[in-house]
């Protein structure tokens, strides 16, 4: 795909009085955005809600994509990734956090220059990332089975929780402790309690 045209729906449910007597809620397509010579899949995004921005890791270009929503427009393309997958924007420090499937590389940027400013290095398929903005750590899923914690303020991990395969998607909980990890090799989701680092279910 040599062209590839990123479709972003930015308004949700129809209330309208006609909808909601028919019972009819459905989406509108509000903006469409074109990537012109972005090659390959997307995967995760990203949203800088206060300054009306949508990061993109354009897993198949090995860049991520900075969308002015306001605009409608790419402003800035991030190079030099190696397949990124995850991506979390922190508003404060103002920091962007991606995971890179190559080399397994979570690269921290300044989210204004677009400047690396550090990175850590997982050796393998650096995949999810999650931000807990309570407690201030990034969480990154990795290699053979794994979840990085990271100092969103520092830049640095402080620590990792063992998994019996990789994990690919998760959550954390909003109203607890905990994180829900999806492991498909092992057939499970694993139950982290973050506040001890361990799995307990």
Known sequence: MKRLALVIVIAVVCHSLAAAESGDASLQLKQ????????????????DAAGDRLFVCALGNNTVEVLDLRKGQRIHSITGLGAPQGIAY?????????????????KIYDAKSFQ??????????????????????????FGTGGIGIISASEGK???AIKLPEHPESFELEKQGHCIFVNVPNAR?????????????A
């Open 32 to 47: 469409t955005i074109a990537l012109p010579g972005v090659e390959g899949r997307i995967d995760h995004f990203a949203l």
């Open 116 to 141: 690396l400013v550090g990175e850590i290095n997982f050796k393998d398929d650096a995949d999810n990332v999650r931000y807990d903005d309570v407690s201030k750590r990034i969480y990154v899923g």
């Open 90 to 106: 922190i508003p404060e420090p103002d920091r962007l956090f991606v995971a890179n499937d190559k080399g397994g590389v979570c």
């Open 188 to 200: 499970q989701v694993a139950v982290i309690d973050r506040e001890k680092s361990e799995v307990i």
């Open 157 to 159: 991990i402080i620590g």
